[in-house]
């Protein structure tokens, strides 16, 4: 195994046989390319949460609007219902009315 480290203290300390060396510059090329490999795929990562996270605004916002439509709608259809309702509780007491006065009319 080579060191990884720029400087490895047992090297400079005392003579030993543990791992291989690397030149500097050889390694801070390797680390460099490394950084860099890491940099671009954390920019692509970071690109493709930026969309999603665009996507999911996109969908926030359709939902909100697509809320409103529906509450509108129902609203409407409470609205006539109530109307519809209101109006054949009017017609019915109406006829009950007449046929009161037609009862009492005819005694």
């Known amino acids: 195994p080579k060191c990884d480290v720029i400087i490895c203290e047992d090297c400079m300390l005392e003579v030993h046989n543990i791992h291989g060396v690397t030149r500097l510059g050889r390694t801070l090329q390797e680390q460099t390319e490394k950084a860099r490999r890491v940099s671009d795929a954390s920019k692509r990562l970071m690109g493709q949460l930026r969309d ?7 969908s926030i916002k359709n939902l909100i609007i697509e809320e409103k439509t529906q509450v509108k709608a129902v609203d409407e259809s ?3 219902l ?3 309702f209101t109006t ?7 006829a009950l009315k ?4 037609k009862f009492f009319m005819s005694s």
């Open 52 to 58: 999603e996270i665009t996507e999911l605004d996109k």
């Open 78 to 80: 409470a609205a006539k």
């Open 82 to 84: 109530a109307s519809d």
């Open 88 to 94: 054949e509780l009017i017609k019915r007491k109406t």
């Open 98 to 101: 007449a046929g009161l006065r």
